[in-house]
Antibody, heavy 121, light 107 residues
């Protein structure tokens, strides 16, 4: 069965950095695009970033452009989110999720359990 | 970015009721819209993709439809396990955008 397990969250001061990881299993990781989605406490969902299965395309929401970088290691079935210059408004549960469509663009059909990132002095 | 306006933000309903939730896109998105259900403390789950295709394993009481830039999620007969928050997501163009969410509560 598909499993996505996030790690690397925690408390960081404003201006600091954090690297999230998402280890995948149960599907052909190298054939699926991967996403990060976040949810601030008590708020709705916000799509954050996407990386295509072959790393040919990466996209970001405007509020994280230039600060966050998505990457992946297909040999380790892992996707990463490097977060720099963190702000209090980046505080959220961060979910990784996979594209439903193999080698294409599609919805998010499986999600990890989420990892909390808190940006606070 | 495309704006997704979801309504209502919350609703109260009884078991057995028919429930309708709507999302309106700020521009055309073809049928590139998905619906998700999220329960407290859990990750979202995919219900509907491509506006009206039922995800495998999702009960048939859930359905989706589209008319231009208006999209509807319908629960034909609300069950106790359906009390949750529902979100639409446009996956037509990046950045993808979610609706604000609809919380379905017990009347």
């Amino acid at each position: 069965q598909v499993q996505l397990v996030e790690s690397g969250g925690g408390v960081v001061q404003p201006g600091g950095s954090l690297r999230l990881s998402c280890a995948a299993s149960g599907f052909t990781f190298s054939s699926h695009g991967m996403h990060w989605v976040r949810q601030a406490p008590g708020k709705g969902l916000e799509w954050v970033a996407f990386i295509r299965y072959d790393v040919s395309n990466k996209y970001y929401t405007d509020s994280v452009k230039g600060r966050f970088t998505i990457s992946r290691d297909n040999s380790k079935s892992t996707v990463f989110l490097q977060m720099n210059s963190l702000r209090p408004e980046d505080t959220a549960v961060y979910y990784c999720a996979k594209d439903r469509v193999s080698m294409g663009f599609g919805e998010l059909d499986y999600w990890g359990q989420g990892i909390l990132v808190t940006v606070s002095a | 970015a495309i704006q997704m306006t979801q309504s209502p933000s919350s609703l109260s309903a009884s078991v057995g009721d028919r429930v309708t939730i709507t999302c309106r896109a700020s521009q055309g998105i073809n049928i590139d819209l998905a619906w998700y259900q999220q329960k407290p403390g859990q990750a979202p789950e995919l219900l509907i993709y491509d506006a009206s295709s039922l995800q495998s394993g999702v009960p048939s009481r859930f359905s989706g439809s589209a008319s231009g830039t208006d999209f509807t999620l319908t629960i034909s007969s609300l069950q106790p396990e359906d009390f949750a928050t529902y979100y639409c997501l446009q996956d037509y163009t990046y950045p993808w955008t979610f609706g604000q969410g609809t919380k379905v509560e017990i009347k």
